[in-house]
């Protein structure tokens, strides 16, 4: 059974970084994109960026230049450093992975339980 867990939440000031992290276990994701969602209060889930194999990368308008995703498939995991944090990027982030792997698209399939990011002085 595949399982998604996202660490690394928390609260920072603007200007803040933050580093969340994913791990997927039953499944190795070598071969599979993957990708981190984020949904503030009364909002719309959005898609913050994803990953895929080969580590070529597609980013939200709203955090390109701040925000890099990255891989390490030997541990399973996926990466969001989040560098000048601003307090709307306040919300729940998850970490989802696709059984698929298009370069242009991202398909869930498989969600973490989210973290909460909360930036704010």
């Known amino acids: 059974q595949v399982q998604v867990v996202e660490s690394g939440g928390g609260v920072v000031q603007p200007g803040g970084s933050l580093r969340l992290s994913c791990v997927a276990s039953g499944s190795n994701i070598r071969n599979n994109a993957m990708a981190w969602y984020r949904q503030a209060p009364g909002k719309q889930r959005e898609l913050v960026a994803f990953?895929?194999?080969?580590?070529?990368?597609n980013y939200g308008s709203s955090v390109r230049g701040r925000f890099t995703i990255s891989r390490d498939n030997a541990k399973n995991t996926v990466y969001l450093q989040m560098n000048n944090l601003r307090p709307e990027d306040t919300a729940v982030y998850y970490c989802?992975?696709?059984?698929?792997?298009?370069?242009?698209?991202?398909?869930?399939?498989?969600w973490g339980q989210g973290t909460q990011v909360t930036v704010s002085s």
């Open positions: 989802s992975l696709s059984r698929g792997n298009r370069r242009f698209q991202f398909s869930p399939d498989y």
């Open positions: 990953i895929i194999s080969n580590s070529l990368t």
